[in-house]
């Protein structure tokens, strides 16, 4: 029988499952039900018990663009989806650190609430509390038209939801100010821009795969897509079903795809506390905190299958675009007296042609179980190779959100120390 367990928050008590070692608090609203295309409501108070043992809808999207890597999925979808999934060892008073962990999927697909992303084995293992929020995607959270939607509400529900945790994570045992963000690729592009926001309770930050060259839409680009994609709908996009809206957004998609390039339609714009040189941003974020950050050896395999024609293409665009940011953003912590614990992925995918690609690290750090058995990425894998890597990469990551320390020497320019994620796992030097 499954054990339920009650706690009781400023906002009202929730009821929770244990699941292994873990309690684990589903579908938990951090902002109040919130209006198409305004930014995300304060969350009120609720009467009575409210149950925490199912998951709440994901955003409204379309089917993943890299479905054919990771596997698909089938869940509610609803507007309404401003939600928390929380994974604590006890809601006992204690204050332990806290993981924040935002998804990726080009701020087009995913949820924080999938399977794929379950951090109840982090948190018994490593005494941690885990936090996965939902965020608005695609045109619902990154659409910008003047008088119609505003840049970046997609960030503004992530500054909600880390906001909720801040004042509320002691309910579940864990400390508000010991709090580590991080995410993967769009979440790890996310991590950065909260910290610019300023103002945001972050420690120290993971960066997965961020795309640390692929700089926010300028605001005038943005309202040209914007447009674009206005003109590509028949009626009040204020009213219209969410399923048009996400079918206008496939249309856009199409019309501005270029080879290569894997920048969605919609993402966050420069604007605001934004609006800012992007690579004096970076340093600045990297000078702010502590960082875990890396990348896998072959990112742009996950879009296009590596062959023997256009394997250097793919390298070169994938070190473009993920791997040499990544070392420069190590340096720049470095230079400011930061520890930035740099790794490469580099255990390869079964999969013809695709490598240690894009997304392929996720299976290692997160998950329930079985929650990746239907992934392409994984199929024929060694069992015990995807333990033994599982088991470095979840002390690691356990290590720095505890401690502010991976396991191996932070990144320096005199001693430009990596590890390869692999099994074995080994320390290399990783130059600029």
Same mark, same amino acid.
Request: contains cysteine; proline residues 9%.
């Given at each position: 029988m499954t054990e339920t367990v009650e706690i009781a928050t400023a906002l009202g008590r929730l009821a929770g499952r244990r699941e292994g070692g873990a309690l684990a608090f589903r579908g938990v609203p951090y902002a109040g039900p919130t209006p198409r295309f305004a930014p995300p409501t304060p969350s009120a108070?609720? &009467?009575?018990?409210?149950?925490? !043992? $199912?998951?709440?809808?994901?955003? &409204?999207?379309?089917?993943?663009?890299?479905?054919? $890597?990771?596997?698909?999925?089938?869940?509610?979808?609803?507007?309404?989806?401003?939600?928390?999934?929380i994974w604590t060892p006890a809601a006992d008073g204690r204050r332990r650190p806290v993981l924040f962990w935002i998804h990726g999927g080009g701020f087009s697909s995913g949820a924080g609430s999938l399977p794929w992303y379950d951090g109840a084995t982090l948190a018994a293992l490593g005494d941690i509390v885990v936090v996965t929020p939902n965020y608005r995607l695609g045109p619902f959270g990154y659409l910008l038209a003047p008088g119609l939607s505003p840049a970046n509400l997609g960030l503004l529900d992530q500054a909600a939801a880390l906001a909720w945790v801040a004042t509320h994570i002691a309910d579940f045992g864990g400390d508000p100010d010991a709090i580590t963000v991080g995410g993967q690729s769009a979440g790890s592009h996310s991590t950065?821009?909260?910290?610019?926001?300023? !103002?945001?309770?972050?420690?120290r930050t993971i960066l997965q795969s961020a795309p640390l060259s692929l700089a926010p839409l300028a605001e005038g680009r943005a309202v040209e897509l914007g447009q674009m994609f206005l003109d590509l709908l028949d009626g009040d996009p204020r009213t219209l079903p969410a399923g048009q809206l996400l079918a206008a957004q496939g249309k856009l998609a199409a019309a501005i795809a270029r080879p290569g390039d894997p920048t969605p339609p919609f993402m966050p714009v420069a604007s605001g506390a934004l609006a800012r040189d992007w690579a004096g941003a970076l340093d600045e974020v990297a000078a702010a905190t502590d960082t875990l950050v890396g990348a896998t050896a072959h990112e742009m395999a996950a879009f296009v299958p590596m062959t023997a024609e256009n394997r250097a293409g793919v390298l070169a665009t994938g070190n473009a675009l993920f791997n040499a940011p990544t070392r420069d953003y190590a340096a720049a912590a470095d230079a400011a007296g930061r520890s930035a614990y740099l790794y490469r992925f580099d255990w390869l995918s079964p999969q013809d042609g695709r490598g240690a690609c894009h997304c392929l690290e996720l299976p290692f750090v997160l998950g329930r179980a079985g929650a990746w058995d239907d992934a392409p990425m994984l199929a024929g894998a060694d069992p015990g190779a995807i333990a033994d890597l599982t088991r470095t990469m979840q002390r690691a990551?356990?290590?720095? $959100?505890?401690? !502010?320390?991976? !396991?191996?020497p932070a990144w320096r320019r005199d001693a430009p120390t990596a590890l390869s994620l692999d099994t074995p796992a080994t320390t290399f030097a990783w130059p600029l």
């Open positions: 108070a609720w &009467p009575g018990t409210r149950d925490a !043992g $199912v998951d709440g809808p994901i955003p &409204p999207q379309s089917r993943s663009r890299l479905a054919a $890597v990771m596997g698909d999925f089938d869940k509610p979808q609803s507007e309404d989806c401003h939600s928390l999934t950065l821009l909260l910290a610019l926001l300023g !103002g945001m309770p972050i420690r990551w356990i290590g720095f $959100v505890r401690d !502010g320390d991976a !396991g191996w």
